[in-house]
């Protein structure tokens, strides 16, 4: 994801202006999506997603599968672009043969937590540690489902619940759009600790740190100074919910954010709770935030927001201003951000 590359803030903005930068970028090893890093499983984003025998859209269809269904992943290979993303030739083995095409794979894992039975009284945020998890109503394996929630996705744990007669231990966790309490077990949630929320080279001085976001090469790129830290594909909005272009900052930021467009009368609903990773650079809700629904970086896809994995997400959230202390679920500090450029 993170590239060391020989090429000053100063020259990468000319280029950028110039509108060659899709060719340098080519030059440069970055003529296709950066996705997740490699996983040992895969999370099908949505249904009929074929299984071809060959990394190529002209090959044979073997199978289509469901959403949810969670397959096991062999090896990345490069293959086809995806239709109408020319940056992204990324194809995954699935282990028992055949090839998927990756933008509609979310790389997942499955890792199992111990239960932690005390977190501070403010709360503590946690993060989907299993490619999905059903959320409950009440603390009990046998009570009515809620949403489920994906991996990667955050959300503000309010307390711990022990349930004696089962003898199980659940997270209660609070969703800042329904304005209510789901319940998920506990070793389906890791607890992230402290040292995981500070500020990233807090020795720059914050008017050295900017995001540049190219909206015709679909690449986020941050700067330090002269100093290229970071260049990564992202899905920025489509026609008609499109990013807006100009200067912003990061003056605004969840660690986790139930996102939807319901209740506004408008076609394409989205509804995705535990958005990680959210800084907002507008007060209009556009965002720089972790994805969990695609895998598809460098095809406009979103409804304005840019859309980025969610480890690299979680690197901005924590490189840029303002820094969120621990204890709090969101902050908004207008006029302390770090600079976005929109072009």
């Not at 090469?217 to 489509?238: H, P």
């Amino acid at each position: 994801m993170m590239k060391n590359i020989q090429l000053s803030r100063r020259d990468f903005l000319k280029i950028s202006a110039s509108g060659a930068l899709a060719f340098v970028l080519s030059e440069m090893g970055f003529d296709r999506a950066l996705a997740a890093p490699p996983a040992s499983q895969g999370r099908i984003t949505w249904s009929g997603i074929p299984l071809y025998d060959a990394p190529t859209f002209k090959a044979n269809e073997l199978h289509l599968f469901g959403i949810d269904k969670v397959i096991s992943l062999k090896a990345e290979v490069q293959g086809d672009e995806s239709f109408g993303n020319s940056f992204n030739r990324i194809w995954y083995e699935v282990d028992g043969g055949g090839y998927v095409f990756s933008g509609g794979i979310q790389p997942v894992e499955t890792n199992y937590q111990k239960a932690v039975y005390e977190i501070p009284e403010a709360g503590q945020l946690g993060e989907i540690c299993v490619p999905m998890s059903l959320t409950h109503l009440a603390p009990y394996t046998y009570a009515k489902n809620g949403h489920r929630l994906y991996y990667g996705s955050t959300h503000w744990i309010k307390r711990v619940v022990v349930t004696r007669e089962e003898k199980s231990v659940w997270y209660e966790i609070f969703d800042d759009e329904l304005k209510k309490s789901f319940y998920v077990p506990s070793f389906n949630m890791r607890l992230i600790p402290d040292d995981e929320l500070t500020m990233l080279s807090p020795q720059v001085p914050a008017s050295d740190k900017l995001i540049h976001i190219d909206i015709a090469t679909q690449m986020v790129t941050a700067f330090e100074g002269e100093k290229m830290v970071l260049s990564a594909r992202c899905s920025s909005g489509q026609r008609g919910t499109d990013t807006p272009k100009g200067e912003f900052s990061t003056f605004h930021k969840w660690p986790s954010r139930h996102m939807t467009n319901q209740g506004d009368a408008v076609q394409n609903v989205y509804n995705l709770p535990g958005v990680p990773w959210c800084s907002f650079f507008t007060g209009m809700g556009h965002a720089i935030h972790g994805t969990y629904w695609h895998n598809d970086y460098g095809r406009p896809r979103s409804h304005g927001c840019i859309n980025l994995p969610s480890e690299l997400s979680k690197w901005i959230y924590r490189w840029t201003n303002p820094l969120v202390p621990p204890e709090e679920d969101y902050l908004n500090l207008p006029g302390a951000g770090t600079r976005v450029l929109v072009v």
